[in-house]
């Protein structure tokens, strides 16, 4: 038993040693004890991701135009203004200090995002060369991003969950 616990011991020592020297990166006492409340970091989160969602929701909405009765310019001009509001959420939750406890959801959402965002390129691609493959293809993108999207929200803690 005291061997096993000096193993221990040196291994964490170790790994202690390597984190002090930047050898390894990341954040470390998220992994070990799922994070810790940081009440004042999780409301700026949660507050820079409700301001990208109302820059976002109108422009969903304007995506309508991509449905039956709408025009391929229309559909390709209301993507295009999506994929650049997807890069700027990206771009604000690539930038900005993640509380530890929401480090998982944060990574799941982030990884939605952007295969949301490949999918609408998909798509495009699809409408600026008349390839209904693509289109399908990139609608089928979409939904399996919305999917993904939806169970990464469910990875941050209840208790203080980011509403978008």
Same mark, same amino acid.
């Given at each position: 038993m005291r061997g096993r616990l000096a193993v221990a011991l040196a291994i964490i020592v170790f790994l202690a040693v390597l984190v002090g020297f930047g050898a390894i990166s990341g954040n470390v006492t998220f992994y070990a004890t799922n994070g810790h409340p940081e009440p004042a970091a999780e409301k700026r989160y949660r507050e820079l991701i409700r301001r990208d969602f109302v820059t976002i929701e109108p422009l969903n909405a304007a995506l309508d135009v991509c449905n039956i009765g709408g025009?391929?310019?229309?559909c390709y001009d209301a993507s295009n203004e999506f994929i650049d509001a997807l890069n700027a959420l990206l771009r604000d939750i690539s930038t900005t200090y993640v509380p530890s406890r929401y480090v998982d959801g944060n990574d799941a959402v982030r990884r939605a995002l952007l295969r949301l965002r490949d999918g609408f390129k998909t798509? #495009?691609?699809g409408l600026a060369t008349n390839d209904n493959a693509s289109f399908v293809r990139g609608n089928n993108e979409l939904k399996e991003? #919305?999917?993904d999207l939806g169970s990464a929200w469910r990875?941050? !803690?209840a208790d203080a969950? !980011?509403?978008p």
């Open positions: 025009t391929i310019q229309g798509r #495009n691609s991003a #919305n999917s990875r941050f !803690p969950r !980011p509403a």
